[in-house]
């Protein structure tokens, strides 16, 4: 069993909608990171929220950390191709990362 | 600053024999932690190393392996290889600021078992 469930697992959308993408557990995380893999390469680092109901902005993207600290979402706007990717959520517990089941996206021209 | 490098990038081996994958961490992280992502089961964790000793251990079996050195840098062995160890070996270096921990990933390591 995977302590944090991603969903959906795999979106296909055109360039120009939104999405939003879901990572959800009953833990409780001391802070959240989300990340973009593209194939063959490592996951890069998009941001980190600590805090309960935290949001972040970065550009198109829309982060947010559940009150609870055992959620978040992500939410991208105009969707562009190059957002195409694998977008992991990662909690950490204070003693060990958790990684979600991911979620692929493409983004169609 | 430079990011954290792995090497080599890519390997081909074949059932039995053993392999040593490098980790250099960004300079000043004293956390390096090891990962195995194939499509069927995600990233899974194998372990973490910190200032030398293993912090934390995922569930693998003892065939896999790490040590760190002195200089932060890491290494992990997987010996006697099986298929199903062909995979994508991620390590990541992460450091503590303001009591959160951030990881950062290297660009990993693709290992194909004949």
């Known amino acids: 069993t995977q302590l944090l469930e991603q969903s959906p697992q795999f979106l296909s959308i055109q360039e120009g909608e939104n999405l939003t993408v879901y990572c959800n557990s009953s833990?409780?995380?001391?802070?959240l990171q989300w990340y973009r893999q593209e194939p063959g390469e490592g996951p890069v680092l998009l941001v980190t929220?600590?805090?309960?109901?935290e949001v972040k902005k970065l550009k198109r993207l829309t982060f947010q950390f559940g009150d609870a600290r055992k959620d978040s979402s992500l939410h991208i706007t105009a969707a562009q191709p190059g957002d195409t990717g694998l977008y992991l959520c990662?909690?950490?517990?204070?003693?060990?990362?958790?990684f979600g089941t991911g979620t692929s996206l493409t983004v169609i021209p | 600053k430079a990011g954290v490098t792995q090497t080599p990038r890519y390997l081909i081996k074949t059932r039995g024999q053993q392999v040593t994958l490098s980790c250099s961490p960004i300079?000043?992280?004293?956390?390096v932690s090891w990962y195995q992502q194939t499509p069927g089961q995600g990233l899974q964790f194998l372990f973490e190393?910190?200032?030398?000793?293993?912090?934390n251990k995922g569930n693998f079996p003892g065939r896999f392996s790490g040590r760190q050195f002195s200089n932060s840098r890491s290494e992990m062995n997987v010996s006697t290889l099986e298929l199903g160890d062909s995979a994508l070996y991620l390590c990541?270096?992460?450091?503590?600021?303001?009591?959160?921990?951030?990881?950062?990933f290297g660009p990993g390591t693709r290992l194909l078992v004949l």
């Open positions: 990541a270096s992460s450091l503590s600021r303001d009591r959160v921990e951030t990881q950062y």
């Open positions: 833990s409780v995380f001391s802070s």
């Open positions: 929220v600590v805090t309960g109901g």
């Open positions: 990662a909690g950490n517990t204070g003693n060990q990362f958790y």
């Open positions: 300079s000043g992280h004293r956390s």
């Open positions: 190393y910190f200032s030398e000793t293993q912090r």
